[in-house]
């Protein structure tokens, strides 16, 4: 495992990265509505990154190993759909629940985040599961601080997730990032506290917790990107890029819109 310190410059450089992703969110939020397609959420992000920002919407064309490159500049899990939502001539309906996940690209630097959208009258259900994977979220960013271990994040998501009745996805996790979109550490949110490796000022990486209604297990849809619930159960996924501090964590990707953490959590 290479886990890069980053540099006094690299880290305002991803300041800036992570400010545009979450400037991105509060721009779109006021379109998704009942109505919309995730087609045209994706075109508005898209014009909104390039024409605005000036920056590169990192998963356009991005193609990892063994996938056929992502044809879309954002991805939208509706409902069941875990992760890697492809955007297309879908409609949003009322009640439906969607994360939006923006990676941006300014100066060789990436910004991460995405949050999670309730589409016109959520239900009960359905608000509870999007405010339980949100505090999930924050409490693996609660622990993060020189010497905790990476254990501490997973299990502190996975005791909150299953004490309230869900479960916790395990074939995806958080990540390092930089001047690459994926580096080490994995950032898995299950797990046991005082395991894995020791966090140092300068490591960046992100948390973002897929939390599911009913069972954990998943399947991958024939797009070859889009990841659903095997049991059709809702999905939620909230993320933050952030940064190891000589004194605990600072968070790359606030901006005016972004949702602030629970007064419960320390």
């Given at each position: 495992?290479?886990?890069?310190?980053?540099?006094?410059?690299?880290?305002?450089?991803?300041?800036?990265?992570?400010?545009?992703?979450?400037?991105?969110?509060?721009?779109?939020?006021?379109?998704?509505?009942?109505?919309?397609t995730t087609e045209e959420l994706?075109?508005?992000?898209?014009?909104?990154?390039?024409?605005?920002?000036?920056?590169?919407?990192?998963?356009?064309?991005?193609?990892?190993?063994?996938?056929?490159?992502?044809?879309?500049?954002?991805?939208?899990?509706?409902?069941?759909?875990?992760?890697?939502?492809?955007?297309?001539?879908?409609?949003?309906?009322?009640?439906?629940?969607?994360?939006?996940?923006?990676?941006?690209?300014?100066?060789?630097?990436?910004?991460?985040?995405?949050?999670?959208?309730?589409?016109?009258?959520?239900?009960?259900?359905?608000?509870?599961?999007?405010?339980?994977?949100?505090?999930?979220?924050?409490?693996?960013?609660?622990?993060?601080?020189?010497?905790?271990?990476?254990?501490?994040?997973?299990?502190?998501?996975?005791?909150?997730?299953?004490?309230?009745?869900?479960?916790?996805?395990?074939?995806?996790?958080?990540?390092?990032?930089?001047?690459?979109?994926?580096?080490?550490?994995?950032?898995?949110?299950?797990?046991?506290?005082?395991?894995?490796?020791?966090?140092?000022?300068?490591?960046?990486?992100?948390?973002?917790?897929?939390?599911?209604?009913?069972?954990?297990?998943?399947?991958?849809?024939?797009?070859?990107?889009?990841?659903?619930?095997?049991?059709?159960?809702?999905?939620?996924?909230?993320?933050?890029?952030?940064?190891?501090?000589?004194?605990?964590?600072?968070?790359m990707t606030l901006s005016a819109?972004?949702?602030?953490?629970?007064?419960?959590?320390?």
């Amino acid at each position: 495992m290479s886990i890069t310190i980053k540099t006094p410059e690299e880290i305002e450089k991803m300041r800036v990265a992570g400010r545009l992703a979450a400037e991105v969110l509060d721009y779109i939020e006021p379109f998704v509505k009942p109505g919309v397609t995730t087609e045209e959420l994706d075109k508005l992000c898209h014009d909104y990154m390039v024409d605005v920002q000036n920056c590169i919407p990192a998963p356009l064309n991005y193609a990892p190993s063994g996938y056929d490159p992502y044809p879309k500049s954002i991805c939208t899990s509706i409902n069941q759909q875990v992760c890697h939502g492809v955007p297309s001539d879908r409609v949003l309906k009322n009640g439906d629940i969607v994360n939006l996940d923006i990676t941006t690209i300014k100066d060789g630097y990436h910004g991460d985040t995405s949050r999670m959208f309730i589409v016109g009258e959520g239900s009960i259900q359905a608000k509870r599961l999007c405010q339980i994977t949100f505090e999930c979220m924050w409490l693996g960013i609660s622990v993060v601080k020189p010497g905790a271990h990476l254990g501490d994040i997973g299990a502190i998501i996975q005791k909150h997730a299953e004490n309230n009745g869900y479960s916790v996805v395990r074939e995806f996790c958080g990540h390092g990032i930089g001047a690459k979109f994926h580096e080490d550490p994995q950032v898995v949110h299950y797990g046991k506290a005082g395991t894995g490796i020791k966090l140092e000022a300068g490591m960046m990486f992100t948390i973002e917790p897929m939390i599911n209604a009913g069972k954990a297990a998943i399947r991958e849809m024939s797009d070859g990107w889009t990841i659903v619930t095997k049991d059709r159960s809702l999905s939620a996924q909230w993320e933050h890029t952030l940064l190891v501090t000589e004194t605990g964590y600072e968070i790359m990707t606030l901006s005016a819109g972004s949702r602030p953490k629970p007064d419960w959590i320390a």
